[in-house]
């Protein structure tokens, strides 16, 4: 029903900041826990950070933390995600998906994901 696109992804050189976007289709992501995750090649699918749907509390992983931080936008039905202080670590492929329940560190709770948008810091 609820169907995500991410966008912003790009170059950056290490220290530099990006904006990714997560827009909704189909229904308000108010309703909805959005998280964020990252996937470098040859490793794991890992969360860096949510929002929750009943207070828009967030929930940023030890990675992240200080850096990223998270801002709904009703009037376009999305969810950014602000990065600052990027190092050559943080590069990846991001995803935004949701859940219709808390904050959740399990990848089987959301119901729909976005197609990702590549982050590359490198100098």
């Known amino acids: 029903q609820v169907q995500l696109v991410e966008s912003g992804g790009g170059s950056v050189q290490p220290g530099g900041s990006l904006r990714l976007s997560c827009v909704g289709t189909g229904r308000s992501l108010r309703f909805y826990a959005v998280g964020w995750f990252r996937q470098a090649p040859g490793k794991e699918r890992e969360i860096i950070t949510c929002?929750?749907?009943?207070?828009?509390?967030?929930f940023p992983s030890d990675s992240v933390k200080g850096r990223f931080t998270l801002a709904r936008d009703e009037a376009t039905n999305a969810v950014y995600l602000d990065m600052s202080r990027l190092k050559p670590e943080d590069t990846a492929k991001y995803y935004c998906a949701i859940e219709f329940g808390p904050c959740s560190d399990d990848l089987s709770d959301y119901e729909s994901w976005g197609p990702g948008t590549q982050v590359t810091v490198s100098s």
């Open positions: 929002i929750s749907s009943s207070d828009d509390s967030e």
